[in-house]
Structures are given as structure tokens and as C-alpha cells.
């Protein structure tokens, strides 16, 4: 895949990380933000971090990073992603795929960062399905893994359940996921299955309370062919 990813909310912990992985796989990104300052000035972080003279990262303005491709991933606090979508919603592409990993944590509201709230639609990403135009398909994943672990320099040992009703979307981002060392991606199946993710995901961070830790998700004993990871034969 040569395309560039546009990250929507691309300054914030779990966007830089996941900048930060797939400019060292060789990708090429946009940090977006609502700033396009902030944004400039998170690439330039990131290219700090990467030796590799090849490395390709940008920042622009929101509306510009989703404009200048149709390879979008969406990483903003649950409370501001409807507007902002919203307010998105004339600068997409037709046929983008937005992979979302927006978990609807009732610390947005005020309340722990361990429960999730209840939303209409049945989860975050679903709520993102219903406000993007329509050709734009939508697909969650990375809810499951941990800002700190992306940030930090050693592998990640976790599984990326990939959910979607696009079959092509749920390619593409487990394309993205394999593009991690040592992650794992899973085709998880519809895009309501990701109501399931949101819910793990909330358990997992109550774990890291009660424990300490980056807890991650692995899922065991599905036939070899479940998984896919480019880096685990290497
Ligand atoms: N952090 C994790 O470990 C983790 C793990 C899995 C999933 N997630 C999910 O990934 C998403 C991002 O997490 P994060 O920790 O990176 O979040 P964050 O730091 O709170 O926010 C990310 C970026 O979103 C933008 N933003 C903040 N509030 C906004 C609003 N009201 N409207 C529009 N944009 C806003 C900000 O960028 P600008 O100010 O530059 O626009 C910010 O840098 C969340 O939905 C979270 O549930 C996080």
C-alpha cells in the first residue's frame, strides 16, 4: 500500500503512536489537527524519533489531511467526534476508508475511564458509520491497544480485532495492523462487533488500574490462517 494515512486527531498519544509505527514501516503520513501549527509541529516529532532519512511525515489542518487522501484514521476523544465529524463531512473523498478507534469512555462525561457510555447507535464506531457521507466505509480497530505500548520502542504483543461491514475496509485496515511489528490482526466481523471491543477495551484499562501495565488483548487458539501478522515470520 502506497498511499498516505491521514490521522484525524493525529496529535494526541494514540494517533502519534500509531504515526510513529507505520512512518518506521516506510508508510507515508498526515498528522491532522484543528490547528495545522500543532499538527506541523507533530511531525516534526515524530521524524525526530525515525533514523531513516526516507521517513515521510506531515501535518496539515483536519479538513486538509482528510482531503489529501482517501486512507483515514480517526483518533479523537469520544465527546468531540460527532461534531467534528460533522463539521468534516463536505472534505471526504468518496470511497475512503475510515478505520476508527475511538472508544466512548464515561471519563468523557466525567466519569471513569474503566466503564463506557452507552451510546445510540450501539458504539462509537457506529455512531461514526452513521455521519460520514455515504461511500465513505467505515472500520474500527486499535481500540485495543495501548498509546504507551505504540509510543514505546519494543514490539507489540497484542491482537487488533478488525471489525466492519465493508469487507475491503476490514483488508485494508488489517493490511495497516500487519504493518506493526509483532501485532496481530483478526477479522472480528461486523462492524456491531466492535460494541464488544469498546467494552474490552474499557475492562483492559481497569485492569491497568487495578495492576499497573499496558494490558493488551490475545486471543488464542484460532487456526494459524485467523491471524495475520507481516512480521511474525520474521
Ligand atoms: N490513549 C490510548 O491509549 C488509546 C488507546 C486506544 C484507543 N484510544 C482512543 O483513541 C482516541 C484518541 O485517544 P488519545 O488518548 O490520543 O486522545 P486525546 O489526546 O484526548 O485526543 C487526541 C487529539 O484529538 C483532538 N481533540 C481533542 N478534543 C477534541 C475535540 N473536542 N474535538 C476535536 N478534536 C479534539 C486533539 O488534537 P488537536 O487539538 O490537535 O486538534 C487531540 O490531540 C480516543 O477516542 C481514545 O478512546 C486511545
Redesign the pocket.
Known amino acids: 500500500m502506497s498511499r498516505a494515512i491521514a490521522i484525524i486527531?493525529?496529535?494526541?498519544?494514540?494517533?502519534?503512536?500509531l504515526a510513529l509505527r507505520w512512518a518506521r514501516a516506510g508508510e507515508t503520513v498526515i498528522l491532522?489537527?484543528?490547528?495545522a501549527a500543532?499538527?506541523q509541529q507533530?511531525a516534526q516529532k515524530i521524524r525526530e524519533r525515525i533514523v531513516s532519512a526516507q521517513v515521510q511525515v506531515s501535518g496539515l489542518e483536519?479538513s486538509a489531511a482528510l482531503a489529501a487522501t482517501d486512507l483515514l484514521v480517526?483518533?479523537?476523544?469520544?465527546?468531540?467526534?460527532a461534531?467534528?465529524l460533522k463539521q468534516l463531512k463536505p472534505a471526504f473523498r468518496p470511497g475512503s476508508v475510515l478505520i476508527d478507534?475511538?472508544?466512548?469512555?464515561a471519563a468523557s462525561v466525567g466519569g471513569r475511564a474503566s466503564r463506557t457510555l452507552g451510546v445510540w447507535q450501539g458504539s462509537?464506531v457506529q455512531q461514526t458509520a452513521e455521519l460520514v457521507p455515504k461511500g465513505v466505509s467505515v472500520v474500527a480497530a486499535?481500540?485495543?491497544?495501548?498509546?504507551?505500548v505504540?509510543d514505546s520502542e519494543d514490539d507489540v504483543d497484542g491482537d487488533v480485532i478488525v471489525c466492519s461491514d465493508d469487507p475491503r475496509a476490514t483488508q485494508i485496515a488489517i493490511e495497516l495492523v500487519a504493518k506493526i511489528p509483532r501485532i496481530r490482526a483478526i477479522d472480528g466481523g461486523k462492524l456491531e462487533n466492535a460494541r464488544i471491543v469498546e467494552q474490552i477495551?474499557a475492562l483492559l484499562i481497569g485492569l491497568n488500574i487495578r495492576h499497573g501495565g499496558h494490558a493488551g488483548l490475545r486471543i488464542t487458539r484460532l487456526p494459524e490462517s485467523a491471524y495475520r501478522s507481516d512480521w511474525s515470520a520474521k
Open positions: 486527531g493525529g496529535t494526541g498519544p494514540q494517533g502519534m503512536g491532522g489537527s484543528r490547528d500543532r499538527a507533530a483536519n480517526l483518533t479523537v476523544p469520544f465527546e468531540g467526534a461534531a467534528l478507534a475511538t472508544v466512548p469512555l462509537a486499535f481500540q485495543d491497544v495501548s498509546a504507551e505504540l477495551t
